[in-house]
Protein backbone atom coordinates (compact mmCIF):
# COMPACT_ATOMS: atom_id res chain seq x y z
CA UNK A 1 0.00 0.00 0.00
CA UNK A 2 1.27 3.62 -1.38
CA UNK A 3 2.30 5.76 1.95
CA UNK A 4 0.41 8.27 3.23
CA UNK A 5 1.82 11.82 2.32
CA UNK A 6 1.30 14.13 5.76
CA UNK A 7 1.50 17.57 6.45
CA UNK A 8 2.11 19.62 9.46
CA UNK A 9 0.94 22.80 10.09
CA UNK A 10 2.33 24.47 13.21
CA UNK A 11 5.80 22.86 11.97
CA UNK A 12 8.10 25.16 14.84
CA UNK A 13 5.65 24.31 17.42
CA UNK A 14 5.87 22.01 20.53
CA UNK A 15 3.07 19.73 18.92
CA UNK A 16 4.75 20.27 15.50
CA UNK A 17 8.30 18.75 16.42
CA UNK A 18 6.57 15.83 18.01
CA UNK A 19 4.30 15.36 15.02
CA UNK A 20 7.67 15.65 12.65
CA UNK A 21 9.52 13.14 14.60
CA UNK A 22 6.17 10.75 14.87
CA UNK A 23 5.87 10.92 11.07
CA UNK A 24 9.16 10.17 10.46
CA UNK A 25 9.61 7.16 12.86
CA UNK A 26 5.95 5.41 11.70
CA UNK A 27 5.71 3.09 8.58
CA UNK A 28 3.13 3.56 6.49
CA UNK A 29 3.19 7.48 5.89
CA UNK A 30 6.19 10.20 4.99
CA UNK A 31 6.88 14.03 5.98
CA UNK A 32 5.05 15.55 2.41
CA UNK A 33 5.33 19.00 3.99
CA UNK A 34 5.18 21.27 6.92
CA UNK A 35 4.38 24.99 7.67
CA UNK A 36 4.31 27.54 10.16
CA UNK A 37 3.46 31.12 10.27
CA UNK A 38 4.49 33.62 7.80
CA UNK A 39 7.44 35.51 8.79
CA UNK A 40 8.63 32.67 11.51
CA UNK A 41 12.25 32.35 12.07
CA UNK A 42 11.87 28.42 11.03
CA UNK A 43 10.58 29.46 7.15
CA UNK A 44 13.10 28.16 5.11
CA UNK A 45 14.61 25.58 7.61
CA UNK A 46 14.21 21.82 7.20
CA UNK A 47 11.62 19.97 9.14
CA UNK A 48 14.00 17.19 10.11
CA UNK A 49 16.31 19.45 11.72
CA UNK A 50 13.75 21.94 13.33
CA UNK A 51 12.42 18.59 15.34
CA UNK A 52 16.21 17.19 16.32
CA UNK A 53 16.16 14.88 13.43
CA UNK A 54 18.47 14.38 11.31
CA UNK A 55 17.71 16.56 7.52
CA UNK A 56 14.34 15.07 5.87
CA UNK A 57 14.99 17.11 2.97
CA UNK A 58 11.48 18.90 3.37
CA UNK A 59 11.70 22.55 3.86
CA UNK A 60 9.21 24.60 6.05
CA UNK A 61 7.19 26.57 4.01
CA UNK A 62 3.75 29.21 4.47
CA UNK A 63 0.61 27.20 4.97
CA UNK A 64 -0.41 28.14 1.41
CA UNK A 65 -2.29 25.96 -1.53
CA UNK A 66 0.63 24.06 -2.43
CA UNK A 67 1.35 22.72 1.03
CA UNK A 68 -2.10 21.51 0.88
CA UNK A 69 -1.88 19.88 -2.96
CA UNK A 70 1.42 18.19 -1.79
CA UNK A 71 -0.34 16.57 1.19
CA UNK A 72 -3.04 13.80 1.08
CA UNK A 73 -3.86 14.91 4.53
CA UNK A 74 -2.72 17.82 6.64
CA UNK A 75 -2.63 17.73 10.20
CA UNK A 76 -2.87 21.51 12.04
CA UNK A 77 -1.59 21.79 15.60
CA UNK A 78 -1.94 25.62 15.51
CA UNK A 79 -4.25 29.01 16.46
CA UNK A 80 -7.47 29.17 16.43
CA UNK A 81 -7.53 32.17 13.74
CA UNK A 82 -5.13 29.80 11.48
CA UNK A 83 -7.00 26.94 11.75
CA UNK A 84 -10.19 28.73 10.38
CA UNK A 85 -8.08 29.64 7.27
CA UNK A 86 -6.42 26.14 7.14
CA UNK A 87 -10.53 24.65 7.22
CA UNK A 88 -10.75 26.85 4.06
CA UNK A 89 -7.73 26.06 2.22
CA UNK A 90 -8.35 22.02 2.75
CA UNK A 91 -12.07 22.27 1.64
CA UNK A 92 -10.43 24.13 -1.98
CA UNK A 93 -7.55 21.81 -2.63
CA UNK A 94 -9.68 18.69 -1.10
CA UNK A 95 -7.72 18.01 1.34
CA UNK A 96 -8.23 16.03 4.68
CA UNK A 97 -7.48 17.50 7.78
CA UNK A 98 -7.55 16.53 11.42
CA UNK A 99 -7.56 19.11 13.67
CA UNK A 100 -6.18 19.44 17.08
CA UNK A 101 -6.22 22.97 17.62
CA UNK A 102 -8.74 23.92 20.58
CA UNK A 103 -10.07 27.10 22.05
CA UNK A 104 -12.25 27.66 18.42
CA UNK A 105 -14.76 30.76 18.99
CA UNK A 106 -18.23 29.49 17.89
CA UNK A 107 -17.76 31.43 14.46
CA UNK A 108 -14.22 29.36 13.93
CA UNK A 109 -16.15 26.21 14.72
CA UNK A 110 -18.88 26.94 11.97
CA UNK A 111 -16.61 27.71 9.52
CA UNK A 112 -14.79 24.44 9.97
CA UNK A 113 -18.03 22.98 9.92
CA UNK A 114 -18.86 24.54 6.61
CA UNK A 115 -15.26 23.39 5.68
CA UNK A 116 -16.25 19.82 6.38
CA UNK A 117 -19.15 19.64 4.02
CA UNK A 118 -16.44 19.33 0.74
CA UNK A 119 -13.47 17.43 2.70
CA UNK A 120 -13.12 14.87 5.78
CA UNK A 121 -12.54 16.34 8.58
CA UNK A 122 -11.47 14.81 12.23
CA UNK A 123 -11.72 17.40 14.86
CA UNK A 124 -10.26 16.03 18.34
CA UNK A 125 -9.56 18.51 21.50
CA UNK A 126 -7.61 15.19 22.54
CA UNK A 127 -6.06 12.66 20.47
CA UNK A 128 -5.14 10.31 23.14
CA UNK A 129 -6.99 7.09 22.92
CA UNK A 130 -7.41 6.46 26.73
CA UNK A 131 -8.80 9.97 27.22
CA UNK A 132 -11.41 9.30 24.38
CA UNK A 133 -12.50 6.14 26.27
CA UNK A 134 -12.76 8.50 29.22
CA UNK A 135 -15.10 10.42 27.60
CA UNK A 136 -17.19 6.98 26.96
CA UNK A 137 -16.93 6.37 31.06
CA UNK A 138 -18.27 9.82 32.07
CA UNK A 139 -21.07 9.64 29.81
CA UNK A 140 -22.22 6.10 31.89
CA UNK A 141 -20.86 7.31 35.23
CA UNK A 142 -23.47 10.41 34.75
CA UNK A 143 -26.19 8.43 33.44
CA UNK A 144 -25.63 5.90 36.32
CA UNK A 145 -25.29 8.48 39.19
CA UNK A 146 -28.66 10.81 39.96
CA UNK A 147 -28.47 14.67 40.72
CA UNK A 148 -27.80 13.66 44.08
CA UNK A 149 -24.20 13.76 42.72
CA UNK A 150 -22.48 16.64 42.40
CA UNK A 151 -20.40 16.88 39.16
CA UNK A 152 -17.46 18.98 38.78
CA UNK A 153 -14.61 18.59 36.07
CA UNK A 154 -10.76 19.54 36.81
CA UNK A 155 -7.81 20.15 34.55
CA UNK A 156 -3.92 20.98 35.22
CA UNK A 157 -2.14 22.16 32.08
CA UNK A 158 1.65 23.81 31.00
CA UNK A 159 2.00 27.64 31.85
CA UNK A 160 2.07 28.19 27.87
CA UNK A 161 -1.31 26.76 27.63
CA UNK A 162 -3.44 29.91 25.98
CA UNK A 163 -6.94 28.14 26.62
CA UNK A 164 -9.07 27.96 29.48
CA UNK A 165 -10.86 25.53 30.62
CA UNK A 166 -9.10 22.85 27.77
CA UNK A 167 -10.69 21.87 24.74
CA UNK A 168 -10.39 18.19 26.28
CA UNK A 169 -12.25 19.40 29.82
CA UNK A 170 -15.26 20.64 27.94
CA UNK A 171 -15.87 17.78 25.83
CA UNK A 172 -15.67 15.56 29.48
CA UNK A 173 -18.43 18.59 30.78
CA UNK A 174 -20.00 17.83 27.26
CA UNK A 175 -20.24 13.95 28.01
CA UNK A 176 -21.23 14.23 30.59
CA UNK A 177 -24.50 16.54 29.55
CA UNK A 178 -24.83 13.71 26.71
CA UNK A 179 -25.53 11.52 29.62
CA UNK A 180 -28.05 13.58 30.83
CA UNK A 181 -26.77 16.41 33.08
CA UNK A 182 -27.28 19.89 32.43
CA UNK A 183 -24.25 21.98 31.60
CA UNK A 184 -25.30 24.59 34.69
CA UNK A 185 -24.81 21.94 37.16
CA UNK A 186 -21.18 20.62 35.99
CA UNK A 187 -18.49 23.13 38.05
CA UNK A 188 -15.71 23.65 35.46
CA UNK A 189 -11.60 24.52 37.68
CA UNK A 190 -8.76 25.11 35.64
CA UNK A 191 -5.08 25.56 36.54
CA UNK A 192 -1.90 26.56 34.61
CA UNK A 193 1.34 25.71 36.03
CA UNK A 194 4.82 24.69 35.18
CA UNK A 195 5.27 21.93 32.50
CA UNK A 196 2.21 19.56 33.24
CA UNK A 197 1.47 17.81 29.86
CA UNK A 198 -1.72 17.85 31.01
CA UNK A 199 -4.54 16.04 33.43
CA UNK A 200 -7.79 15.52 33.78
CA UNK A 201 -10.70 14.68 35.94
CA UNK A 202 -14.20 14.09 36.37
CA UNK A 203 -16.08 14.12 39.64
CA UNK A 204 -19.59 12.27 40.82
CA UNK A 205 -19.34 13.56 44.31
CA UNK A 206 -22.39 12.34 46.77
CA UNK A 207 -22.97 12.18 50.28
CA UNK A 208 -20.34 9.54 51.62
CA UNK A 209 -19.07 8.69 48.51
CA UNK A 210 -17.13 10.43 45.62
CA UNK A 211 -15.80 8.80 41.93
CA UNK A 212 -13.46 9.91 40.33
CA UNK A 213 -11.81 9.58 37.13
CA UNK A 214 -9.03 10.58 35.96
CA UNK A 215 -6.74 11.07 32.89
CA UNK A 216 -2.75 11.77 33.21
CA UNK A 217 -0.89 12.17 30.17
CA UNK A 218 2.83 12.42 30.64
CA UNK A 219 4.16 13.16 26.95
CA UNK A 220 3.14 14.80 24.14
CA UNK A 221 3.98 11.55 22.23
CA UNK A 222 0.36 10.35 22.90
CA UNK A 223 -1.46 13.41 20.78
CA UNK A 224 1.28 12.62 18.25
CA UNK A 225 0.63 9.13 17.82
CA UNK A 226 -3.52 9.70 17.72
CA UNK A 227 -3.02 12.25 15.08
CA UNK A 228 -1.42 10.41 12.73
CA UNK A 229 -3.56 7.47 13.46
CA UNK A 230 -6.63 9.76 12.63
CA UNK A 231 -4.59 11.15 10.11
CA UNK A 232 -3.93 7.83 8.15
CA UNK A 233 -8.11 7.18 8.74
CA UNK A 234 -9.34 10.09 7.40
CA UNK A 235 -6.94 10.28 3.92
CA UNK A 236 -10.00 7.28 2.71
CA UNK A 237 -12.85 8.77 4.25
CA UNK A 238 -15.64 11.13 2.21
CA UNK A 239 -16.59 14.03 3.21
CA UNK A 240 -17.68 15.19 7.15
CA UNK A 241 -17.11 16.17 10.31
CA UNK A 242 -15.09 13.86 12.30
CA UNK A 243 -14.73 12.56 15.91
CA UNK A 244 -11.69 10.83 17.50
CA UNK A 245 -14.68 8.19 18.63
CA UNK A 246 -15.35 7.65 14.77
CA UNK A 247 -11.64 6.95 13.98
CA UNK A 248 -11.37 4.48 16.71
CA UNK A 249 -14.61 2.80 16.35
CA UNK A 250 -15.83 3.80 19.83
CA UNK A 251 -19.32 4.26 20.70
N1 LIG B 1 -5.95 17.69 20.31
C1 LIG B 1 -4.93 17.33 21.08
O1 LIG B 1 -4.70 16.14 21.38
C2 LIG B 1 -3.97 18.42 21.55
C3 LIG B 1 -2.82 18.09 22.28
C4 LIG B 1 -1.92 19.11 22.60
C5 LIG B 1 -2.17 20.43 22.20
N2 LIG B 1 -3.33 20.71 21.53
C6 LIG B 1 -3.63 22.06 21.01
O2 LIG B 1 -2.81 22.29 19.87
C7 LIG B 1 -2.56 23.70 19.74
C8 LIG B 1 -1.06 23.95 19.61
O3 LIG B 1 -0.42 23.55 20.81
P1 LIG B 1 1.16 23.69 21.00
O4 LIG B 1 1.43 23.42 22.44
O5 LIG B 1 1.89 22.91 19.95
O6 LIG B 1 1.33 25.27 20.70
P2 LIG B 1 2.63 26.06 20.24
O7 LIG B 1 2.35 27.50 20.57
O8 LIG B 1 3.87 25.42 20.78
O9 LIG B 1 2.67 25.88 18.63
C9 LIG B 1 1.77 26.48 17.74
C10 LIG B 1 2.51 26.69 16.40
O10 LIG B 1 1.54 27.14 15.43
C11 LIG B 1 2.20 28.12 14.64
N3 LIG B 1 1.24 28.96 13.90
C12 LIG B 1 0.56 30.04 14.34
N4 LIG B 1 -0.15 30.57 13.32
C13 LIG B 1 0.09 29.80 12.23
C14 LIG B 1 -0.35 29.85 10.87
N5 LIG B 1 -1.17 30.81 10.45
N6 LIG B 1 0.09 28.89 10.01
C15 LIG B 1 0.93 27.93 10.42
N7 LIG B 1 1.40 27.82 11.70
C16 LIG B 1 0.97 28.77 12.59
C17 LIG B 1 3.03 28.90 15.66
O11 LIG B 1 4.03 29.71 15.03
C18 LIG B 1 3.62 27.75 16.47
O12 LIG B 1 4.82 27.26 15.89
C19 LIG B 1 -3.21 24.35 20.98
O13 LIG B 1 -4.51 24.80 20.61
C20 LIG B 1 -3.34 23.19 21.97
O14 LIG B 1 -4.38 23.37 22.90
C21 LIG B 1 -4.22 19.73 21.19
Keep these: MAETRIGI ?19 GVHLAAAADMA ?5 GEDAGSLAGLAPLGVAVTEANAAFFEASDVAIDFTLPGATEAHAKLAAET ?12 AAQ ?17 N ?40 GTALALRDAAVAGGRTEEEIAMASIRA ?23 ATSREVFARGAVHAARWAAGQPPGLYAMADVLGLD
Design 9 to 27: LGAAGRMGRMLIREVAERE
Design 39 to 43: GHACI
Design 94 to 105: KTPLVLGTTGLA
Design 109 to 125: EQAVAAAAARVAIVQAP
Design 127 to 166: MSLAVNLLFALARRAAGALDAAYDVAVSEIHHHHKLDAPS
Design 194 to 216: GDVVGEHTIFFAGAGERLELTHK
